[in-house]
């Protein structure tokens, strides 16, 4: 019945009923003074995660955005509370996910009064996001939530905020005829690609590296992007964000680009002539590390022009890069490529050099006395199942688990190239959320635990299943490298307390322990793992060593050796 009439006591009511039409079932956050939408979550059955700290509510949205490729929704309150969330509206932004944040605001009736938590919103906000909207009037409510969803979903996907002042929030809001529902995007799955610059580079490339970006996470469906790969006959490279978009096992993966690249994934880069980039930005830590970027050309493609770097020689190509990757694959199965046969040949040696390196560095960590970082990563890995996530931190000692072969395998996410403390220890609480069925492991250091401590802690109960490994270095430890790169004395600079455990998290939900003795280092995750299994929160604290460093930064020379 097109002309029929539906009211809602309030907007809060009127934005979930939406919400639950467009499938959210989660909402995280820390709603303000007004409880009106926790009550409309209740009426509507839509789970309601309760946060601490409103940046980490962000977080978690964001981890259950990255994971599941869903709108991840985020409710907070006003004034402060938006401004203590715009961190983590900057990791949303820069991870390019979908998030709808749910503020409220001062009533429309006391603006420029000076009220209680006035603060334009809109204007803070406006920076760190795709689309911010503050709604006037109980007639908008309905329209500017569909909005908000479509902006969110995008192409391009990204954060988005909404705005709903005291006055408009209480009043009654009247649907005539159907919810409007969100658009429906024409797929078109294989298409000809016309011939042009692009698709000329991709056939002459003798030498070709792929370079996937995070934008291909949950575009990646049947390994197109590995079957692309493998048809031109490319090294396979992930920058960090992209980690779980492709398969880690397959033969021509080598690893993460730039910062994090092992030496032998270095030489293939030096070798290369042709680099396609897939649906990522050529920022720093993805192009800068122990060799400068080979001058040669970049086959860019992305669906926001905001990802399309102007730096770099080659054609740029503004599509959806799952598109790209199916018409190219078409065309070079049509007319053949001219990759060079003994490249794969190279690519092969390089990945037994990693496995080689990796190989003599848990020899090496095997004569230490206390637990090194490659080991845990190795008993990580070796205690795992087939269904897993590894949610990561970037600080000094964990980006360990950006290093290949250190880990493979499984699913990753990780934060953006903004790297905000405590991002990976909160949003692995929306990543369980996403993927309950799923091992999910947060690999982090004490800072970030810390950042995260309360909200792991009350949701605990109800939202756990998530096993933390904390590397425990007492404090910053990428700080106090650069502390004494520059020789500054560490007793007036004291950013670590190395071996330093955090205080011991409590409750009968939370098993906690702090890992020294190598001999139990595999059993104590197995029963950890276990407990998880069983819906409570394991935390592993191991101390780590200053000097326990992955290789490859070592070699780019941005730490002291």
């Keep these: 019945m097109s002309g029929a009439v539906k009211r809602y006591a309030d907007a809060w009511s009127a934005v979930v009923d939406v919400l639950v039409a467009n499938g959210v079932d989660t909402c995280f956050g820390l709603p303000g003074d007004d409880l009106e939408l926790l009550r409309a979550l209740d009426a509507a059955g839509v789970d309601l995660v309760p946060c601490r700290d409103q940046r980490n509510a962000m977080y978690m949205a964001t981890g259950y955005a990255l994971q599941s490729g869903r709108v991840g929704v985020c409710a907070l309150g006003k004034g402060p509370a938006v401004t203590h969330a715009a961190t983590g509206l900057l990791e949303a932004r820069e991870s390019g996910v979908p998030v709808l944040v749910l503020a409220a605001g001062a009533p429309e009736r006391r603006r420029g009064s000076g009220g209680f938590q006035e603060l334009d919103q809109v204007a803070v906000t406006a920076p760190l996001v795709r689309w911010a909207h503050r709604v006037g009037h109980a007639d908008r409510v309905v329209p500017a939530t569909v909005t908000a969803l479509t902006r969110a979903v995008g192409p391009p996907s990204g954060p988005v905020y909404l705005e709903m002042p005291d006055d408009v929030r209480a009043a009654e809001v009247v649907v005539t005829g159907p919810l409007p529902s969100l658009p429906v995007p024409l797929v078109l799955e294989s298409v000809p690609v016309l011939p042009g610059p692009a698709l000329e580079a991709i056939r002459t490339s003798r030498r070709p590296v792929v ?120 065309a070079l199965d049509e007319h053949g490529t001219a990759a060079d046969g003994e490249w794969a040949d190279t690519i092969g040696r390089a990945r037994k050099a990693m496995s080689l390196e990796a190989e003599t560095e848990l020899d090496r960590a095997a004569r230490h006395p206390e637990i090194r970082v490659a080991e845990l990563l190795a008993a990580l890995d070796a205690t795992s199942g087939e269904r897993r996530v590894l949610v990561q931190e970037n600080g000094l000692q964990d980006m360990w688990s950006y290093g290949y072969p250190y880990r493979a395998g499984g699913g990753s996410v990780v934060p953006s190239e903004q790297t905000p403390l405590g991002f990976g220890a909160a949003a692995a609480i929306g990543v369980k959320r996403a993927a309950p069925d799923h091992e999910v492991t947060a690999f982090v250091g004490d800072g970030a635990f810390l950042a995260a401590r309360a909200d792991i802690a009350v949701t605990a109960r109800d939202h756990g299943g998530i096993l933390y490994v904390v590397l425990c270095n007492g404090g910053y430890g990428w700080l106090d490298s650069q502390r004494a790169l520059l020789g500054l004395d560490a007793e007036r600079h004291p950013f670590t307390r190395p071996g330093a455990p955090p205080p011991a998290v409590d409750g009968p939900d939370i098993r906690h322990r702090v890992l020294r003795d190598k001999a139990a280092l595999t059993d104590e995750i197995r029963t950890a793992r276990r407990f998880c299994t069983q819906g409570g929160t394991a935390v592993l604290m191991v101390p780590v060593a200053p000097d326990d460093i992955l290789p490859p930064l070592r070699d780019a020379e941005v730490i002291p050796l």
């Excluded at 469906?221 to 090294?235: K, M, N, Q, S, Y």
């Excluded at 897939?278 to 001058?295: D, H, K, N, Y």
């Design 211 to 330: 370079l996937v970006g995070g934008g291909m996470r949950h575009r990646n469906t049947d390994g197109v992007v590995e079957r692309f790969a493998g048809r031109l006959g490319a090294a396979l490279f992930t920058t960090a964000s992209g980690r779980g978009a492709v398969d880690e096992h397959h033969p021509a993966y080598c690893g993460s680009a730039g910062l994090y690249a092992t030496a032998p994934a270095r030489e293939l880069w030096a070798a290369c002539d042709l680099v396609v980039s897939l649906a990522g930005r050529l920022e720093e830590t993805a192009v800068e590390g122990g060799r400068p970027w080979p001058s040669v050309p970049v086959v860019q493609v992305n669906t926001d022009p905001g990802g399309l770097s102007a730096e770099f020689a080659g054609p740029r190509v503004l599509a959806d890069g799952r598109h790209a990757v199916l018409g190219w694959t078409r």
